[in-house]
Every structure is written in C-alpha cells, then in structure tokens.
T-cell receptor
C-alpha cells in the first residue's frame, strides 16, 4: 500500500530565507507525486506534480521539488520565501485515480 | 471559467440530524471525491465517484453516503450527525492526474 510521510508538522522560517519541506512515500510501483498548498480558509491548490521525466520539477510561486527514487523522497524547496508563502503544504501520491495525502506541514514565514 | 463550488460554507447542526453538503463542478469531470480534513490527519477520502450512478467507499466512509445522478453534482449526506464528524469537508473533481478542489465546508456538530 502506498503512504506518504511529511516529517515536519511545522516549519518556521524568516522571510527571504530558503526552505525545504520534506516528504517521503512508500510504494513498490511507479509513482505520481504532488504538492498542494492551502492558504487560510481556502481549498487546496496544486503547486507542482511529478509524473515522469526530469526528476526536478518546477511549480508555481517559485517552488520546486526533486523526485529521488532511491530515497523515496519528494522534498519541496524554495530558495527565498515571502510572507505570502505562509500556508499549509500537503504532499500526495496518486493511487488508482485517488490521492493519498500526508498530514501536512505548516509553513510560517516571519518578517 | 470552470469551477467547483461547495455549499454551505459553514454549517452548525445538532447530533442526530441528517445533513447534506452540496458539491457542484462545471469542469464536466467524470471523477469526483469527498475528503475530510482534520488536524494531524491531513485529508482523508470519504467517498468517490467515477461517473453517473457510480459511487465507492473511501477510507473513512462510515456514517456518510453519496449519490451521483448527474455529472456536475456529488452531494454528501451525513445520515445521523455525530460530534466526531465535526470537520472541514472538501470536494474535488478530476479528469486526469490533477484534482481540483472546492473551497470547503466547515461543519460543526453540537
């Protein structure tokens, strides 16, 4: 069975600092991986996805993620965060047209 | 522009009452999903549908039901609301790899 682990429930960071949000998955078959962002009182919005091809995936708002098959990881990174990046971030793996979500990481950006 | 809407956005109800949450999408997607979001659990799948008259149970389906009479709508019904069903509910639709989410319904069962 596929599952997703987000190792950090909260990540505090100062504005303009780099950030990495960690995600590990378990799967014995090909994987499709996603990062979603949830701003306060809103639904989820797709940041980026890995389906195949290049292991470095670029998304919206300057975020990128790297698929690492040997480490079964799909960590999300941004070189310089803004206050507006404060949100909840969810990693997900696709299984039979359904998404299995991690428990989320709260990114808090301080001025 | 195509969109997915949910109503109501906020609902307070009493234990034992039947509650229906609406989900409407104009993407013309065949696949629709209901999730609940709880602190420490992320999003968990309640029910899903791959088309008209098709419904399937998800991870946490006990106490919930759905029906799909057309492509656009997938209402979620709580047969007899319980305090454990206090949560934020999200509807989503997809026609490929990406799921599109509604704004959510915050349900409080007192």
């Amino acid at each position: 069975a596929q599952s997703v682990t987000q190792l950090d429930s909260q990540v505090p960071v100062f504005e303009e600092a780099p950030v990495e949000l960690r995600c590990n998955y378990s799967s014995s078959v090909s994987v499709y991986l996603f990062w979603y962002v949830q701003y306060p009182n809103q639904g989820l919005q797709l940041l980026l996805k890995y389906l195949s091809g290049s292991t470095l995936v670029k998304g919206i708002n300057g975020f990128e993620a790297e698929f690492n098959k040997s480490q079964t990881s799909f960590h999300l990174r941004k070189p310089s965060v803004h206050i507006s990046d404060t949100a909840e971030y969810f990693c997900a793996v696709r299984r039979s047209d359904k998404l299995i979500f991690g428990t989320g990481t709260r990114l808090q950006v301080f001025p | 522009d195509a969109e997915i809407t949910q109503s109501p956005r906020h609902k307070i109800t009493e234990t034992g009452r039947q509650v229906t949450l609406a989900c409407h999408q104009t993407w013309n997607h065949n696949n629709m999903f209901w999730y609940r979001q709880d602190l420490g659990h992320g999003l968990r799948l309640i029910h899903y549908s791959y088309g008209v008259h098709d419904t399937n149970k998800g991870e946490v389906s006990d106490g919930y039901s759905v029906s799909r009479s057309n492509t656009e709508d997938l209402p979620l019904t709580l047969e007899s609301a319980a305090s454990s069903q206090t949560s934020v509910y999200f509807c989503a639709s997809s026609a490929g790899y990406e799921q599109y989410f509604g704004p959510g319904t915050r349900l409080t069962v007192t």
